[in-house]
Nanobody, 125 residues
């Protein structure tokens, strides 16, 4: 089992920055991807960013590319999501996810095995 604990959400103004953190504990030795997804009311959960664990390859949704950066501290089993130039449309609950082994493309929710509880990000205009 793996537990994911997120932090860092909050209420900010458009143009501000925010950094989300997610720390994994438990049986993390087979981690393949760690990713961030988000979900707004009435919408499906959508891919934001992912990182290939240990190798550092990063992947981003087109909607956030250039404004968002995903990074890791392997020794702490922690992944960060740095979000800059935030827009009201970035408002959502952000979820951290972990794939313990390769099950398919990084952007698909079904390919992740564990999820955090979510952290709310609200961007006011």
């Amino acid at each position: 089992q793996v537990q994911l604990v997120e932090s860092g959400g909050g209420l900010v103004q458009a143009g501000d920055s925010l950094r989300l953190s997610c720390t994994a504990s438990g049986r993390t030795f087979s981690t393949y991807f760690m990713g961030w997804f988000r979900q707004s009311p009435g919408k499906d959960r959508e891919f934001v960013a992912a990182v290939r664990w240990l190798y550092g390859y990063t992947y981003y949704a087109d909607s956030v590319k250039g404004r968002v950066s995903i990074s890791t501290v392997i020794a702490k089993n922690t992944v960060y999501l740095q979000m800059n130039s935030l827009k009201p449309e970035d408002t959502a609950v952000y979820y951290c996810a972990l794939a313990s082994g390769y099950r398919g493309p990084y952007r698909a929710t079904q390919n992740y095995d564990y999820w955090g509880q979510g952290t709310q990000v609200t961007v006011s205009s």
